[in-house]
């Protein structure tokens, strides 16, 4: 159930989901982010992608909302927004958001997407996440 939550609670609630030093064998940070902005927003799908290069496709680490994450857009999307995820200037990956409703997506939404990309990409890059081994296992083979 969809309850509305403001840019700052949801923000709070992310940082939390992402700090868990060891968290259950069943629990997925990156699924935990993305159901706290579908249940706490009016975003009727959010995908977190990563790119490994300019050149490369992109990788889907997370998603939710929907059944068929796979789609470029799904068929009731009526407002879009991709906010970059950069550290130190450079893209490591996409967080996307769709929603049903036409203009959807204010200011206080890019911002909170904004913040979540840069907590995200933080997440993503800290020593033993995913780009620092999936950039290890490149180099070992």
Same mark, same amino acid.
């Given at each position: 159930? =969809?309850?509305?939550? !403001?840019?700052?609670?949801?923000?709070?609630?992310?940082?939390?989901?992402?700090?868990?030093?060891?968290?259950?064998?069943?629990?997925?940070?990156?699924?935990?982010?993305?159901?706290?902005?579908?249940?706490?927003?009016?975003?009727?799908?959010?995908?977190?992608?990563?790119?490994?290069?300019?050149?490369?496709?992109?990788?889907?680490?997370?998603?939710?909302?929907?059944?068929?994450?796979?789609?470029?857009?799904?068929?009731?999307?009526?407002?879009?927004?991709?906010?970059?995820? =950069?550290?130190?200037?450079?893209?490591?990956?996409?967080?996307?958001?769709?929603?049903?409703?036409?203009?959807?997506?204010?200011?206080?939404?890019?911002?909170?997407?904004?913040?979540?990309?840069?907590?995200?990409?933080?997440?993503? !890059?800290?020593?033993?996440?995913?780009?620092?081994?999936?950039?290890?296992?490149?180099?070992?083979?």
């Amino acid at each position: 159930m =969809k309850t509305y939550r !403001t840019a700052r609670v949801l923000i709070s609630e992310i940082g939390q989901a992402l700090a868990k030093k060891a968290p259950p064998a069943n629990y997925s940070p990156l699924e935990k982010v993305v159901e706290l902005l579908c249940h706490g927003r009016h975003y009727t799908w959010v995908g977190i992608y990563l790119t490994a290069g300019s050149n490369s496709a992109k990788s889907l680490l997370g998603a939710g909302g929907e059944p068929h994450p796979a789609q470029i857009t799904l068929p009731g999307t009526q407002s879009k927004l991709l906010i970059s995820m =950069k550290l130190a200037g450079r893209e490591i990956g996409i967080l996307s958001a769709e929603s049903d409703r036409q203009y959807a997506f204010g200011s206080v939404d890019r911002v909170l997407l904004e913040r979540t990309a840069a907590i995200l990409a933080l997440f993503l !890059t800290g020593k033993g996440k995913y780009i620092v081994q999936k950039a290890r296992t490149a180099v070992a083979a």
